[in-house]
C-alpha cells in the first residue's frame, strides 16, 4: 500500500497546487480588484483543489477510499471528454486541450489503483 499512499499523496499535491494557481491566477486579472468574469475558473480551480483533499484521504488509507478514487476516474476522464469538445467546436486553443491531457495518465493509474484492490 505505501507506493500506492505515494502516488495519491503525489496526486493530493498536483491537484491542490493546481487549484490553488486557478484561484489566485485565474487569468488577465492578476493584480486588479476581483473580476466576476474569472469566476467559472476560480470556481474550477476551488473544485479542483477539492478533489485534491480527497486524494490526501486515499493516502492516508487506500484501503478504505476507492469511491473517492472512482470519482477521481470519472471527474478526470469526464473533464477530458469536455475539453475535447470544446477543443473541436474551437471554443479553446489546442494549447488547452492539450494540458488537459495531464489528467489521462491520473485516470489510469487510479484506475489500475481500483482493479489491482479489487483482486485482492
Known amino acids: 500500500m505505501r507506493g500506492w499512499s505515494i502516488l495519491f499523496w ?4 498536483f491537484n491542490v497546487i493546481i ?3 486557478l484561484m489566485i491566477f485565474p487569468g488577465d486579472d492578476i493584480g486588479h480588484d476581483f473580476d466576476p468574469g474569472t ?3 476560480r470556481a474550477m480551480g476551488w473544485f479542483i483543489a477539492v ?5 490526501a484521504m486515499v493516502a492516508n488509507a487506500p484501503d478504505r477510499h476507492h469511491g ?6 470519472i471527474g478526470k476522464l ?3 471528454v469536455l475539453m475535447l469538445a470544446a477543443w473541436s467546436s474551437a471554443v479553446i ?9 495531464l489528467d489521462l495518465p491520473w485516470a489510469a493509474a487510479f ?3 481500483l482493479r489491482r484492490e479489487a483482486r485482492s
Open 51 to 55: 478533489f485534491g483533499v480527497g486524494y
Open 10 to 13: 503525489v496526486a493530493a499535491a
Open 111 to 113: 484506475l489500475i489503483f
Open 78 to 80: 469526464g473533464f477530458v
Open 93 to 101: 486553443p489546442t494549447s488547452q486541450f492539450v494540458t488537459s491531457l
Open 68 to 73: 473517492i478514487v472512482k470519482l477521481g476516474v
Open 19 to 21: 487549484g490553488l494557481a
Open 39 to 41: 469566476l467559472p475558473v
